[in-house]
């Protein structure tokens, strides 16, 4: 998705293979608008959501379910997965693009916090 409307409901997410056994870690999401601003940050640590633990073979799906709340703008967006002591596994940087269109009846402001719900799926 490309386009999205304020107030609507999106998920973000990002799947990962794990090359060695991986007992701690974090998953994370930055999102900048088009002048390189951070505008949005957050990561399982920060919500206090624990990822499973991750054997050498297994895939992991970090899912994060947002009510989309930025202004209407141009906006990329950076996943990353860290190790538990914060030195990063894998990052993928500005892996996704996207504009957030105004939808009439909305607030045209940003109110930045995107009050996600994040989920681990394993395979």
């Known amino acids: 998705v490309t386009g999205v409307q304020i ?3 999106y998920q973000f997410f990002i799947t990962g293979f794990a090359h060695e056994d991986i007992e701690l870690y974090s998953v994370g999401l930055l999102i900048l608008n088009r002048n390189g601003v951070e505008v949005y940050a957050t990561n399982s640590s ?12 297994e895939i992991v799906t970090w899912t994060l379910d947002v009510n989309m709340h930025l202004a209407n703008w141009e906006f990329v967006a950076t996943f990353g997965f860290a190790h538990d002591d ?16 105004f939808k009439p009846g909305t607030s045209p402001n940003s109110m930045v916090d995107l009050s996600g719900h994040h989920r681990f799926t394993k395979k």
Do not use: S
Not at 46 to 57: A, F, N, S
């Open 46 to 57: 920060i919500e206090g959501v624990t990822p499973p633990p991750l054997k050498r073979g």
């Open 86 to 101: 914060a030195n990063m596994i894998d990052v993928l940087y500005n892996f996704h693009g996207f504009k957030v269109e």
């Open 7 to 9: 107030g609507e409901k």
